[in-house]
């Protein structure tokens, strides 16, 4: 299993602004997610953090927006840059753990003003 | 990408009955169908999982079953309780690894 925790756990930001956001896993896993979940819906994919390497992009989703970073193998970061009300929403980090098994953190809280 | 549909949205039943909920997927190269329990508040919980050259799994009071020529795979509880009652993801994984939800089934087992 993986333990991921999450910083914050939650913020309030003006519109403008950029907040970034950090993952931990308490153990080396191979890939590591970011997800964006807005009140009342499902999960969607933001992107693949690759270790060492450019981050995968889901359609809808650009680098200048969400950067992401991954130094190693059980940390990654996500920026939401320049943010307006619109990227209120709560952001989850996730780790593949093993083969098959997905564990998510906490989320982190975000609201825009 | 995987899409990934997913019915109903909201299901209520009562305690003791069964619930089941459904998903099709898109993408026939998905190899891997995880179910997620989410309560409010938290992070999702996987609760059972299904590899594609499985046809049906089963734990206690929950079992999933996989239908991969039809592109379908279906959750059921058995015997609910109250303590069921939370949003329910089924999710795809593709052959990069990527994962992709379904929109969510409300359950609330009444007492």
């Known amino acids: 299993s993986a333990v991921i925790s999450q910083k914050p756990s939650r913020d309030i930001c003006q519109r403008g602004t950029s907040l970034t956001i950090q993952c931990q896993v308490d153990s080396q896993v191979t890939m590591m997610f970011w997800y964006r979940q807005q009140p009342g819906q499902s999960l969607t994919l933001i992107a693949t953090a690759n270790q060492g390497s450019e981050a995968t992009y889901e359609s809808g989703f650009v680098i200048d927006k969400f950067p992401i970073s991954r130094p190693n193998l059980t940390f990654s970061t996500l920026t939401v840059s320049n943010m307006s009300p619109e990227d209120s929403s709560i952001y989850l980090c996730?780790?593949?753990?093993?083969?098959?098994?997905?564990?998510f953190g906490p989320g982190t809280r975000l609201t825009v003003l | 990408g995987e899409n990934v549909e997913q019915h109903p949205s909201t299901l209520s039943v009562q305690e003791g009955d069964s619930a089941v909920i459904k998903c099709t997927y898109s993408d026939s190269a998905s190899n891997y169908f995880p179910w997620y329990k989410q309560e409010l508040g938290k992070r999702p919980q996987l609760i059972i999982d299904?590899?594609?050259?499985?046809g049906e799994k089963k734990d206690q009071r929950i079992a999933v079953t996989l239908n991969k020529t039809a592109k379908h795979f279906s959750l059921h509880i058995t015997e609910t309780q109250p303590e069921d009652s939370a949003v329910y993801f089924c999710?795809?994984?593709?052959?990069?690894?990527?994962?992709?939800f379904g929109t969510g089934t409300s359950l609330t087992v009444i007492p």
């Open positions: 999710a795809a994984r593709n052959t990069g690894n990527q994962f992709y």
């Open positions: 299904i590899r594609s050259n499985v």
């Open positions: 996730s780790a593949l753990a093993g083969v098959d098994t997905q564990y």
